[in-house]
């Protein structure tokens, strides 16, 4: 099978060429940035044609979409160059796909919710209110691909953070190590998900997809339950840098463009009954995760 993978040079796109690597599947890297080293073909998903060129001339089967628009705060006043990324774009990979009988496997998010206030896990029936202009694309985005009649697994995750790029657990590794205090929100709430773990999940997925139709929508986030803060607390722990006093404040106290969801744990119960996938738990991924950094 040939897969091609899109924001190939990101968190879970680098999480994507480490489990290639065990595969027997051929993997295709693609990104419109190029890194030293790193073997990537260049494609410009925004464009229809280029996605169709390289889909045909690698006769690729299955795509995952790992690319998007991802700045929240900074979407607020890009929102055209937030919708050409995040559903424009995830439009041209179903369109494609639909044409060749393959699959596209997308990445959202949990920020299509947080408007309506809810304290129980969020499932794949529940209804998009998203509270800014990151979740309102990246649910257009969900929306176009249904709409284009291609065999399609969408899967919403949350808090993501891996050994690549920036994200938070890199953050918080370097203010808890050079800041002697430290002020962290408390009122949002949440799972951290390991970009290794999703990518882990997403070739089972990919290989049960040979055998099976599961067409839909899945939540995939590691297992637990825990605030910004929580995370930050275990991050200095696991890390040895418990000298920086990490308190609990609230949201208001670092005012942003755009509401975050309060509450997003997600549910996973569909795509451990689906797929037969096996979630870990936060606090062992993080270990694994800071001990990855550390070497």
């Given at each position: 099978?040939?897969?091609?993978i899109?924001?190939a040079n990101?968190?879970?796109g680098?999480?994507?060429?480490?489990?290639?690597k065990?595969?027997?599947?051929?993997?295709?890297?693609?990104?419109?940035?190029?890194v030293?080293?790193?073997?990537t073909v260049?494609l410009?998903?925004?464009?229809?044609?280029?996605?169709?060129?390289s889909?045909?001339?690698?006769?690729?089967?299955?795509i995952?979409?790992?690319?998007?628009y991802t700045?929240?705060?900074?979407?607020?006043t890009?929102?055209?160059?937030?919708?050409?990324?995040?559903?424009d774009?995830?439009?041209?990979?179903?369109?494609?796909?639909?044409?060749?009988?393959?699959?596209?496997v997308?990445?959202?998010?949990?920020y299509?919710?947080g408007?309506?206030p809810?304290n129980?896990?969020?499932?794949?029936?529940?209804?998009?209110?998203?509270?800014g202009?990151?979740?309102?694309?990246k649910?257009?985005?969900?929306?176009?691909?249904i709409?284009?009649?291609?065999?399609?697994?969408?899967?919403?995750?949350?808090?993501?953070?891996?050994?690549?790029?920036?994200?938070f657990?890199?953050t918080?590794l370097?203010?808890?190590?050079t800041?002697?205090?430290?002020?962290?929100?408390?009122?949002q709430?949440?799972?951290?998900?390991?970009?290794?773990?999703?990518a882990n999940?997403?070739?089972?997925?990919?290989?049960t997809?040979?055998?099976?139709?599961?067409?839909?929508i899945?939540h995939?986030?590691n297992?637990?339950?825990c605030s910004?803060?929580?995370?930050?607390k275990?991050?200095?722990?696991?890390?040895?840098?418990?000298?920086?006093?990490?308190?609990?404040c609230?949201?208001?106290?670092?005012?942003?463009?755009v509401k975050r969801?309060?509450?997003s744990?997600?549910?996973?119960?569909?795509?451990?009954?689906t797929?037969g996938?096996?979630?870990?738990?936060?606090t062992d991924?993080?270990?694994?995760?800071?001990k990855?950094?550390?070497?």
């Amino acid at each position: 099978m040939n897969i091609l993978i899109t924001g190939a040079n990101g968190q879970l796109g680098n999480e994507m060429r480490i489990v290639a690597k065990n595969s027997n599947d051929r993997y295709v890297f693609t990104d419109v940035n190029q890194v030293e080293g790193q073997e990537t073909v260049f494609l410009d998903i925004t464009d229809i044609e280029a996605v169709r060129k390289s889909v045909n001339d690698n006769d690729i089967n299955v795509i995952v979409n790992c690319a998007a628009y991802t700045n929240v705060d900074a979407a607020e006043t890009n929102e055209p160059l937030a919708e050409k990324l995040n559903a424009d774009a995830p439009k041209n990979l179903a369109t494609v796909m639909a044409e060749r009988g393959g699959l596209l496997v997308h990445i959202s998010t949990d920020y299509v919710f947080g408007q309506e206030p809810y304290n129980t896990p969020c499932r794949e029936d529940q209804k998009g209110t998203p509270t800014g202009i990151y979740g309102l694309t990246k649910l257009h985005g969900e929306q176009n691909i249904i709409a284009s009649g291609c065999q399609y697994v969408i899967i919403r995750t949350a808090w993501l953070y891996s050994e690549f790029g920036k994200n938070f657990c890199k953050t918080m590794l370097n203010l808890t190590a050079t800041k002697p205090q430290l002020k962290v929100v408390f009122d949002q709430v949440g799972t951290p998900t390991y970009a290794l773990d999703l990518a882990n999940a997403i070739e089972e997925i990919v290989e049960t997809q040979k055998y099976e139709n599961n067409t839909g929508i899945y939540h995939y986030s590691n297992e637990g339950v825990c605030s910004w803060y929580d995370f930050t607390k275990m991050i200095a722990e696991y890390s040895g840098q418990t000298a920086c006093d990490v308190q609990p404040c609230h949201s208001d106290e670092f005012p942003s463009p755009v509401k975050r969801p309060a509450f997003s744990v997600l549910d996973k119960t569909k795509i451990k009954q689906t797929f037969g996938v096996k979630v870990p738990y936060w606090t062992d991924s993080l270990k694994k995760c800071i001990k990855n950094l550390k070497k």
